[in-house]
């Protein structure tokens, strides 16, 4: 096992991976920007290093700084937490390449499924049911319309380097083709410098159901149930829940087994999560996401594994301490993301924490990076905490969570814990009667705020 691990981030995830590694005995180094001097991930560590100043590219993002902070340390390995460099290819190539292990997939699987055309063949060639679409990158006006016309309408462009819905168009029509292409292709040129854009055939109402997988690099691969994430404004998920309320349990065992087989053919190493559509009964493969997620801990919950420990586990080298029939899934996990933020608005809150409690009690869970006092820096992601709960059914959970919200008090910021009330009384949340569109409509007929 390793001797000391570098978290390449920041908040509560840098937090959540320092937790892991104490309860393993292992030594951890923060790395952290001027902006987080005072942040708990760095006080939390046994060391911290400043790389840089605050803007994510010259901090967070800096792989030279981090590389020297490893170096200056003796660092054996680097987490990568989720966003900044946890996706990058590159940086898990020139993490290994500088000795350290880089705590994730390999360099290959992760620019396989960075490129969602390549994910998309490599999960048709898994058996995993996709979405109908161009098997390849479209170049012209003329390859759109035959595309689509095969399809059949409405289609979404997509960008190849896409991901997290950032460049998607949808068409009606073939008379707005060509316009909606040229607007995908500037928008993904400028959100990821690659202008590649290929076709699917829209899937108008689904949930979003992703399955957490698990394997090492000896063949064995688990699969930890799935996780609803149907809740979602502009792309950010907001509330997460595991199993999904939209499955019975055989459509459950079979997804589970179809991808856990499709990730040990694969030959993958770590953590990773499918993303899925599902309407109608079927599902859709979208994106493989190759780290560990925001939502993880309600798999937590509810199989009692801790998938970061796991994590550090198959990145040592050390085979999986679970088989699938040892995986048991235990009642209800529901988690509320708690931004700074304007809960009618969302207009971002940072600001000094002026008063402080936390919720407890059995069946709670607070991941957070908070404290009284704490000054919440306006250059990072508005994300401060997340309230998870676990109870024998759902609507155990449910009472469980509103009781742990009701209970919470954060001071001298906005919070979206109104919202989370707000969501958590409505009756559709309660009947489980959403799609991935029904929040946007929520938010702006039940709220405060302007109509947008
Ligand atoms: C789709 C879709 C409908 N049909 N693909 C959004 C994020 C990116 N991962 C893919 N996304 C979507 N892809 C087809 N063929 C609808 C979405 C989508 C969505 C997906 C999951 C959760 C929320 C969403 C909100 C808007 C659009």
Redo the contacts with the bound molecule.
């Keep these: 096992m390793f001797d000391k691990i570098l978290i390449a981030n920041r908040g509560e995830i840098a937090v959540r991976i320092i937790r892991a590694c104490r309860e393993f005995g292992i030594k951890t180094v923060a790395v952290h920007s001027t902006a987080d001097a005072e942040a708990m991930h760095a006080r939390l560590a046994d060391e911290s290093v400043c790389i840089g100043p605050p803007t994510p590219r010259e901090s967070y993002l800096n792989i030279p700084a981090i590389i020297a902070a490893g170096e200056i340390t003796n660092a054996n390995a680097i987490h990568p937490g989720y966003g900044f460099l946890s996706e990058s290819a590159d940086f898990a190539t020139i993490v290994e390449e500088h000795g350290f292990i880089f705590i994730g997939p390999s360099p290959t699987h992760i620019s396989l499924m960075g490129d969602k055309i390549r994910a998309k063949q490599t999960a048709v060639e898994l058996g995993l049911p996709v ?1 109908p ?1 161009s098997t390849e990158a479209l170049e012209n006006a003329a390859a759109f319309a035959e595309s689509a016309d095969e399809i059949g309408y409405p289609v ?1 462009i ?1 960008a190849v380097a896409g ?3 950032r460049g ?1 168009q949808r068409v009606d029509r073939r008379e707005e083709l060509a316009a909606a292409a040229a607007t995908a292709r500037a928008e993904a040129e400028a959100a990821f410098g690659n202008d590649a854009l290929y076709l ?4 108008a109402a ?1 949930r ?1 159901i992703e399955v957490q997988v698990l394997a090492d690099q000896f063949g064995n691969a688990v699969h930890l149930g799935e996780r609803d ?2 809740l ?1 404004r502009r ?1 950010q998920k907001v509330l997460e829940e595991a199993p999904s309320p939209a499955l019975d349990p055989r459509q459950r065992e079979e997804i589970g087994a179809r991808v856990s087989t499709a990730v040990r053919e694969l030959g993958y190493r770590g953590v990773g999560t499918l ?1 899925f ?1 599902y309407e109608d009964g079927a599902f ?1 493969f ?2 493989m996401n190759t780290r560990i997620q925001v939502e993880h801990p309600v798999t937590e919950m509810v199989t009692g594994i801790d998938l970061v420990q796991e994590q550090i586990r198959v990145a040592a080298g050390e085979p999986l301490a679970i088989a699938q029939e040892d995986v048991r899934f235990d009642g209800h996990s529901i988690e509320c993301r708690i931004t700074a933020e304007d809960p009618d608005t969302f207009r971002p809150s940072p600001g000094t924490v002026s008063g402080y409690h936390t919720p407890g009690g059995p069946g709670v869970r607070i991941d957070s990076a908070l404290y009284d006092g704490y000054r919440i820096p306006p250059y990072y992601d508005s994300l401060i905490s997340k309230v998870i709960a676990q109870a024998g059914s759902r609507e155990a959970c449910l009472m469980r969570l509103r009781r742990a919200l009701e209970e919470y008090v954060i001071q001298g910021v906005s919070t979206t814990i109104p919202l989370h009330l707000r969501l958590l009384a409505s009756q559709a949340f309660a009947e489980s009667a959403y799609d ?2 029904w929040f946007e409509r929520f938010v702006t007929e039940t709220g405060d705020g302007p109509a947008p």
């Excluded at 699917?200 to 899937?203: A, D, H, I, P, R």
């Design positions: 979405v679409g979404l997509k991901g997290g819905g998607m699917e055939k829209l899937v689904p979003h994430c149907s979602q792309h993303e559509l859709y979208m994106e991935i569109h």
